[in-house]
């Protein structure tokens, strides 16, 4: 049995997706990071490691969906 999702979107609505995806890439993520850096001797190990680990997931998964949505949308 295969499970397949399809979406019908419109442009604005691409391009919102896409806009959200550079902002979590370029704002988000690195806030994210630089607080579990900057904060990290003064927060616990394990939430410094979280809010840089969380940074780093979001950055690469936005990214490459980003990425993969840009690339499918040149193809069309």
Do not use: H
């Amino acid at each position: 049995m295969e499970i397949a999702e399809t979406r019908k979107e419109n442009v604005s609505e691409y391009q919102k997706s896409q806009n959200v995806r550079l902002v979590d890439v370029f704002v988000i993520a690195p806030i994210l990071i630089y607080a579990g850096v900057k904060y990290r001797k003064i927060m616990p190990q394990w939430l410094a490691g979280s809010l840089i680990l969380i940074g780093a997931c979001t950055a690469i998964y936005n990214g490459k969906n980003y990425l993969v949505n840009k690339n499918q949308n040149n193809k069309v």
